[in-house]
């Protein structure tokens, strides 16, 4: 199912693109780079059947992105790693040392060797 899903989403994405990139610009900024009045559709153009197709594959691109989205999620955990920490405060404080003499000491530090 993951499949086809994944597969009829790629299609939409190309045709879509398509789609989009056949349709003609609204003369704004497109003329300044040499936008002529005629199209491959004819001087009107295909903006009705090119503008409800974008529609459809736009519904198409939507839905099998929620699908895949939808069935390929891993299931939500009902615990919070934040309400719930595995190490505490007492895991990070130092253990005490068994002389009392040595309290006052500072602990060793190893220096590596040159």
């Given at each position: 199912m993951q499949t086809?899903?994944?597969t009829l989403h790629?299609?939409?994405c190309l045709f879509l693109i398509v789609t989009v990139l056949l349709q003609s610009?609204?003369?704004g900024m497109g003329v300044?780079?040499?936008?002529a009045n005629t199209s491959?559709?004819?001087s009107v153009g295909a903006g009705g059947i090119l503008v409800k197709v974008t529609a459809v594959l736009a519904v198409v691109f939507i839905?099998?992105?929620?699908?895949?989205t939808m069935l390929t999620q891993a299931e939500t955990r009902t615990d919070s790693v934040i309400l719930h920490p595995s190490v505490?405060?007492?895991d990070l404080t130092p253990p005490a040392p068994a002389d009392p003499a040595q309290a006052d000491q500072a602990p060793a530090v190893a220096v590596p060797a040159e």
């Open positions: 086809l899903i994944l790629v299609l939409a610009g609204k003369e300044i780079f040499g936008g491959l559709f004819g839905v099998t992105s929620m699908s895949y505490t405060i007492e």
